[in-house]
């Protein structure tokens, strides 16, 4: 990734889309740029669309009102091979296609990925459209497919660090308790507690059964975490609480990494241990690739 395209990162949607009314004529090669029609068979969803799931009778009210009034806003496309993929407004192509539109008004544009994948995250957080966990998934793409650091995309993006690291921490969960974030049974809030629990899948299930508010459910993990007020090492030796500095820096570095990274430090002693879980090889093969681009750029 050169820096060029590392400064690109948030121009907005008005610098990336352009002008809407600008028409473009056909290219020698019979593709187009600017405000068109086509054909809706032509358009293909994107490849780096954060977003997947649509709410099937708020999507079939669009389709309505679009078979009735029609598009008002065209969807945003790339060309692609003899296709357009779809970089912005993939709920109104969904829509046109129960209305059974043949052709939709679209806006073409040339994107690079890092600009396609920028422009469907802002569009769907700057509508709210985006889960917990999908707008987790469109930062962990940005900062892994573009090396772009937490710093960076909340930036770019016009979000803190913070909420930023702090969705992260959410992709070290249980797929089951990501499904249970997604379909909005269980909150953001909820789940960051249980992200050093031992069984967060069953505390998650225990916090929606009862109906436990944020500060039940981080109580109620950490009496899951540490039950008798310590934790017992395999070795046998015991380890009193972690203080909060300790687990958040655990939570960064498992953020950033996308791996369980656990910190054993001794109170009032320099030296401690620092343990990295990888769950696939194709994690430890980025992990390796990692630590050569730090060790090549120092």
């Given at each position: 990734m050169n820096s060029m395209k590392k400064k690109r990162l948030g121009r907005g949607l008005g610098s990336l889309i352009g002008n809407i009314n600008e028409v473009t004529a056909p290219a020698a090669d019979g593709r187009v740029e600017g405000l068109v029609e086509?054909?809706?068979?032509?358009?293909?969803?994107?490849?780096?669309?954060?977003?997947?799931n649509f709410d099937q009778q708020s999507l079939q009210e669009l389709a309505d009102s679009i078979a009735s009034q029609g598009i008002v806003q065209p969807v945003v496309l790339r060309p692609e091979g003899n296709h357009y993929e779809l970089v912005a407004g993939e709920r109104r192509w969904r829509a046109a296609q129960l209305a059974q539109l043949h052709e939709v008004p679209v806006l073409i544009r040339q994107f690079d990925d890092i600009e396609v994948l920028e422009v469907a995250i802002i569009e769907n957080i700057q509508r709210a459209d985006l889960d917990p966990i999908e707008e987790a998934a469109g930062y962990?793409?940005?900062?892994?497919?573009?090396?772009?650091t937490q710093e960076k995309v909340a930036e770019a993006l016009g979000k803190s660090r913070s909420h930023i690291a702090n969705l992260l921490?959410?992709?070290?969960?249980?797929?089951?308790?990501?499904?249970?974030?997604s379909d909005g049974r269980l909150s953001?809030?909820?789940?960051?507690?249980?992200?050093?629990?031992?069984?967060?899948?069953?505390?998650?299930?225990?916090?929606?059964s009862k109906g436990l508010s944020v500060r039940q459910a981080e109580k109620l993990a950490k009496q899951a975490?540490?039950?008798?007020?310590t934790r017992k090492r395999p070795s046998g030796a015991f380890e009193v609480d972690k203080d909060a500095d300790t687990k958040a820096l655990?939570?960064?570095?498992s953020a950033a990494t996308g791996m369980k990274i656990r910190i054993d430090h001794k109170p009032g002693q320099e030296a401690g241990r620092l343990s990295i879980n990888y769950?696939?090889?194709?994690q430890l093969d980025a992990l390796c690739a990692l630590l050569s681009t730090t060790s090549i750029k120092t």
């Open positions: 086509i054909d809706i068979d032509r358009i293909q969803r994107g490849k780096y669309q954060p977003r997947q962990r793409q940005l900062m892994y497919k573009f090396g772009h921490r959410l992709l070290n969960l249980p797929e089951a308790v990501q499904h249970m974030v953001a809030g909820h789940a960051r507690t249980l992200i050093t629990a031992p069984d967060p899948e069953a505390l998650a299930k225990l916090i929606i975490q540490n039950p008798m007020g655990e939570g960064d570095l769950e696939t090889l194709e």
